[in-house]
């Protein structure tokens, strides 16, 4: 990921105080940073999220078209994640330098919503076999301050819940098939993402391990354990990534943080989008950076 | 739109035949005797054939086979980095993880998928662990696996086979590493799943279906690599991930052993 150069003493003092459950910003081991979410805030797309994660910022647009469907899922619907590593971030991304890492954080995000439960795909289907929605999730990376694959999906997530797809009403008329498209712009369907994953990153310093790492504290962490851990309590995604290994044991207390932390973070995730949903009319929209 | 002639025109886009038959219910993976359409227990793993030194250009190579699976792969380097920007005072690993065109039911491409960039990356990171890279500094080492045919646990048999071929490319490692992967369904695990075991979103909806790979370096007793799809418990989890390093343990003497046979036929061969 991105570097930052750290000296010895810096690192040893990350590392001794991640043992002692109290890290360089004040914060204990299972601590998120102050985050910030924000729905509806690009106008073109079907439904869009903005996120501010210290430093880090994120940006996901949604946006609904009509495809064909794939012949193997002939009753589903697709989504599809594009991840844009803006060469705003940081100079490295420039050109095909972010490309790794979009691939990387993309597949994660595809493999951890590739699961019946997380989002309901029958749903998309319009005409079995011909028409379906397909989702296309596109994340930006407008600043890097670690986290990267957390705070996008908790984008995802919330962009996902704020996305609007047209209704349609199917009519069959002499071996025809008719979409009509409501004329009410609040007709809408919306996308059930209660079961929906966040991605939680442990990484590992010294002997312990901490949830949502700051950029120095990344460099002085060899492995990370990323899950994504459902609502219930479930992990759609699993992935170890870094050039360190883990001792069997540490694995099972990552398992054991990784789902406390991913419960709570989902369940205060919902409850913001439920009350900004409701507060939406009342929003008063000033601009982009508030 | 200016035309090949040299190709013959076919359809832009073509849809194997498969993908047309009716959707089969999904049969039980076990029947009553709790034994595996192929016979085997839940928790017995396919034989496996392993032999080291099968590409004779490469400084190293294996070729590993369990049933319908089989993989082969090389290991160039160390040889110096050529781009600029890569330089780095540590040695480089470089994975290339491909699926043959014709090693899946259904056809793949030439180029690279995103299933394959992924596996890249995961083997890469598997691997990285238990090679001393600083003894190489300023140069890369090239690992190319090849899934000749595909029957499910590709992921965990390269693991195995790569680093296999990494040691017997005389690479110096902490250990080997080798690989297991394991299918949940419901609270049975199925080790070493065969294609049509595996996990696939499209036929398990139910909590506890998917599946789980692990690469460990048995003598350290520290997982290098851990992966999982679909949808599991916490506790299935690290039930899967601690049955599968048990498995990854008894896999080691299998290494040990072809490696062994082949630095005694090279002795042979050159006294």
Known sequence: ??????????????????????????????????????????????????????????????????????????????????????????????????????????????????????????????????????????????????????????????????????????????????????????????????????????????????????????????????????????????????????????????????????????????????????NMKKKYMTGYLR | MPTDTRRITGPESSVSPYSFCKIQEPQPLFNSQDLRKDGRKCDQVRPIFLKTGVVSKAQGSAYLEQDGTKVICAVYGPRAVIKKEEFSMKGQLRCDFKYTTFSCKYRRQYQQDNEEKDYSVQLLEALEPAVLLHKFPKAQVNIYVTVLQNDGSALAASITCSSVALCDAGIEMYDLVTGCSTRLAGDRLLLDPCKHEEYSSKEHSEVNNGSVTVGLMPSLNQISAVTSSGEIQFEHLKKAINKCSEICVQLYPVCQQSLSKSVKENIKENT
């Open chain 1, 1 to 278: 990921m991105v570097d930052v150069q750290l000296s010895d003493a810096e690192k040893t003092y990350i590392i001794h105080g991640a043992q002692d459950n109290l890290r360089e910003d004040g914060r204990g081991c299972e601590d998120y940073r102050h985050l910030e979410i924000e729905t509806s805030v690009v106008s073109t797309t079907s439904g869009s999220a903005k996120i501010r994660l210290a430093n880090t910022e994120i940006l996901v647009g949604v946006k609904v078209e009509l495809g064909e469907t794939s012949p193997e899922n002939p009753d589903k619907g697709r989504i599809e994640f594009f991840v844009d590593c803006s060469a705003n971030a940081t100079p490295e991304f420039e050109g095909r330098g972010g490309e790794d890492l979009a691939n990387e954080i993309s597949n994660m995000l595809a493999r951890a919503y590739d699961c019946p439960s997380c989002l309901d795909m029958r749903k998309l289907c319009v005409v079995e076999g011909k028409k379906c929605w397909i989702v296309y999730v596109d994340v930006l990376l407008l600043e890097c301050g670690g986290s990267l694959f957390d705070a996008s999906s908790i984008a995802v997530k919330a962009a996902l819940y704020n996305t609007s797809i047209p209704r349609l009403t199917v009519t069959h008329d002499e071996g025809h098939t008719e979409l009509e498209l409501s004329d009410d712009p609040y007709d809408v369907q919306r996308l059930d993402v209660y079961n929906s994953p966040c991605i939680v990153t442990l990484s590992k310093i010294g002997h312990s391990h901490v949830v949502d790492a700051s950029q120095k504290e990344e460099a002085c962490c060899l492995a990370r354990l990323m899950l994504a851990v459902t609502d219930k309590g479930c992990v759609t995604a699993m992935k170890k990534e870094g050039s360190g290994s883990f001792d069997v044991s540490s694995i099972e207390d990552m398992l054991e943080t990784g789902k406390k932390v991913g419960q709570s973070l989902n369940k205060s995730l919902m409850e913001v989008l439920v009350s900004e949903d409701r």
